[in-house]
């Protein structure tokens, strides 16, 4: 008997998918791939049931023989496990950055005479509803909110961009690339002060107040699904520090990151071009700590950003600053350079992971730009925020066009 190969990354069985499964049937026996929570997160799908939940509900569908766990999304894995006559997917693949899937299976499977099936893809209102259905539920501030925690379990590095509007969050949103025969894509956004500032015209030095940041959040929620580090400066006065993190835990962020400075903050990359004040360590923890105490909810992150190298006070200040920045509760540690040689930024997170292997460390590598996103990985990264490509790749381009007309 012949086999039929299909994956499923749905949390949902529609009729497309049934409609799937019967004409496999036809062709054979019917194998479902479930496609793994890490391969369904840099497909661009985040899970909202578990993978074993997945499992079960494929495993309960008649017509169904077998269910496999897919953990390549290039299913290179599936095929030397199933090596099936015949993978069946919706046509939609035909086109857009799934394509490269679709042409790698085929090559595959081409080698021992199996073939690409595509079914005519199912979109009817029912299938809209649904779609529409579980998007919304990812966009809700109660699941957008813990989905940071989750990717950080879930995958080797959490990549953020820069959103500043609904239009750029969109682009973060909805942005999936294939590079190396892989599809990859951003999984959180990153609302910068330097963007959010420049978009007003105005300059990165906290004179945007909060409410009109909470304004661009909500800009963003509204279009968006994927989680929120928002760009908190350096938080403040205590007093309203406690307040910001409620408001950003009510709209759904994920996380806050505030920096070490006191006084007038200007943008980081000025380095000590300009005259800035790094905050003590006891007036910082206090405030993390009033943070921490003052959030509701177990999802929401106090990040701690530490301007030590920036500020070129040191390598043992920064990791001073940041034992006792987790000692007062940050949930994770931002360290900042901006040299084009990452090395200071290795060394400190190789220090930082030899004493501390669990609180997440977060980069910008916006000056030491040559480094890959593996390597940094290697060196105990865990985020790393892409802070101000979109605006800085925006402007010049704008400011063309109008020269040009
Ligand atoms: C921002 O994007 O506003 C940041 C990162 O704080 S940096 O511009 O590199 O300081
Ligand atoms: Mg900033």
């Known amino acids: 008997m012949k086999t039929?190969?299909?994956?499923?990354?749905?949390?949902?069985?529609?009729?497309?998918?049934?409609?799937?499964?019967?004409?496999?049937?036809k062709l054979g026996r019917v194998v479902v791939g479930a496609l793994s929570d890490k391969a369904l997160i840099r497909f661009n799908k985040f899970p909202t049931i578990s993978q074993e939940e997945r499992i079960k509900l494929y495993r309960s569908l008649e017509g169904v023989d077998e269910v496999v766990i897919q953990d390549d999304m290039m299913y290179d894995d599936v095929i030397t496990l199933v090596h099936p006559d015949y993978v069946v997917h919706g046509d939609n693949w035909k086109e857009g950055p799934e394509k490269a899937i679709?042409?790698?299976?085929?090559?595959?499977?081409?080698?021992?005479?199996?073939?690409?099936?595509?079914?005519?893809y199912t979109y009817n209102e029912k299938v809209k509803k649904i779609d529409l259905q579980l998007r919304e539920k990812l966009a809700m501030p109660e699941y957008r909110r813990k989905r940071l925690r989750q990717l950080l379990e879930m995958t080797p590095i959490v990549k953020a961009m820069e959103a500043h509007s609904g239009l750029t969050g969109l682009i973060v949103e909805k942005t999936v690339v294939e590079h190396e025969g892989k599809l990859d894509q951003f999984d959180a956004m990153w609302i910068s002060s330097l963007c959010d500032s420049t978009a007003k015209g105005k300059p990165d030095i906290e004179l945007v107040d909060m409410t009109s940041r909470f304004r661009t959040i909500d800009d963003i929620t509204e279009v968006t699904t994927k989680p929120i580090i928002f760009d908190g400066d350096t938080g403040g006065l205590t007093e309203h520090f406690v307040y910001t993190v409620r408001s950003l835990e009510k709209m759904g962020v994920s996380a806050v990151i505030i920096e070490d400075k006191t006084g007038l903050k200007k943008n980081s990359l000025f380095g000590t071009e300009v005259e800035q004040t790094q905050a003590s360590i006891e007036d910082f923890s206090a405030k993390i700590a009033a943070g921490k105490k003052a959030q509701l909810t177990d999802d929401f992150m106090i990040i701690a950003r530490i301007e030590s190298l920036i500020l070129e006070r040191g390598m043992e200040d920064a990791l001073e600053r940041a034992r006792a920045f987790v000692k007062a509760g940050a949930d994770g540690i931002m360290i900042h350079s901006r040299k084009k040689d990452p090395a200071e930024i290795l060394e400190f997170c190789d220090k930082f992971r030899s004493e501390d292997p669990k609180t997440p460390i977060v980069v910008v590598p916006s000056s030491f730009n040559t480094i890959t996103e593996s390597e940094l990985a290697d060196h105990g990264v865990n985020i790393v925020i892409y802070a101000n490509q979109l605006t800085r790749s925006a402007f010049p381009a704008m400011q063309k066009t109008a020269e040009d007309i």
């Open 102 to 120: 679709r042409d790698h299976v085929e090559q595959i499977i081409k080698t021992y005479g199996g073939e690409v099936v595509d079914i005519p």
């Open 4 to 25: 039929a190969y299909t994956c499923f990354c749905t949390d949902v069985i529609h009729d497309g998918h049934l409609n799937i499964i019967n004409e496999s049937r």
